[in-house]
């Protein structure tokens, strides 16, 4: 079991907050996002999964990504003397419902606007560019089986998960088919874990979504899309398997 993140007392006036984390390698990599949201930044930049990855150590997810664990943490201090930014809310400590209404408004929104926006941009950049770049097939191959995956996830989500969390913490009794509500959630996890293997195929095809010399605006916008959907579902799971379902495990075997 990981070392919980410690608080210590801030004392340097040039850093934001009065109080700063105590980072350790210890500690769970997502426990450290949920804490500190900003470095969110940091592990995308240097490609280390803290979403589906989010129970291992710091340290582990850095030996696995290949980055030196002291440049990582050095990163991650120096976030702290930086003021927050408008997106880096601390949602730890946030009723349940309203952490659900930031997904659904925020995440879901994004994931089905982007997935339609860039349905017909793939197939245009394939049909146009396919014939000197082979490795787009296999591109639109893998987008469309994420697409596939992803719209029903929401749905399943929206309809069956969320409103039985929201039952459970307003003190009624769920309704449910499953019994418990770590059975949803265990498929939501394993579609997840699914879903970030498609993500990394994708990045290791597009080599890390960088668009060829030849490309056109069409094929550089596409590939930019591709990223910012990785980046958003990442952030989308990190909040779902690291806080949301923890918590609403913790708070069902509370009320019974």
């Given amino acids: 079991m990981s070392e919980p993140i410690s608080r210590e007392t801030q004392t340097d006036p040039n850093r934001a907050g009065n109080a700063a ?16 949201p900003a470095a969110v930044r940091v592990f995308e930049a240097l490609g280390i999964d803290y979403c589906c990855g989010g129970q291992r150590s710091l340290a582990a997810a850095c030996t696995e990504a290949g980055q030196d664990l002291q440049e990582v943490l050095a990163q991650l201090d120096g976030l702290q003397a930086k003021a927050p930014e408008p997106g880096d809310r601390r949602w730890a400590d946030a009723p349940l419902g309203e952490l659900i209404d930031h997904i659904e408004a925020t995440h879901h929104a994004f994931t089905r606007s982007e997935l339609g926006r860039m349905a017909p941009l793939m197939e245009k950049v394939l049909r146009v560019h396919g014939e000197h770049h082979p490795e787009l097939a296999d591109v639109a191959e893998l987008f ?21 969390v929201r039952a459970l913490e307003s003190g009624q009794a769920p309704s449910g088919c499953f019994g418990t509500v770590q059975s949803p959630i265990r498929v939501m996890m394993s579609e997840h874990d699914h879903a970030g293997e498609i993500l990394r195929e994708l990045r290791s095809l597009t080599g890390g979504y960088a668009p060829p010399a030849d490309a056109c605006g069409s094929f550089r916008s596409l590939y930019l899309g591709l990223a910012s959907l990785e980046e958003d579902l990442h952030r989308h799971i990190h909040l779902e398997n690291n806080l949301l379902f923890p918590r609403a495990i913790a708070l069902e075997q509370a009320r019974r």
């Avoid at 984390?21 to 500190?36: F, K, N, Q, S, Y």
């Avoid at 469309?144 to 039985?164: C, N, S």
């Fill in 21 to 36: 984390l105590a980072l350790d390698p210890r500690i769970r990599i997502g426990d450290l996002v949920l804490e500190l």
């Fill in 144 to 164: 469309e089986a994420l697409a596939g995956e992803l719209v029903p996830h929401l749905e399943k989500e929206e309809r069956i998960l969320f409103p039985f």
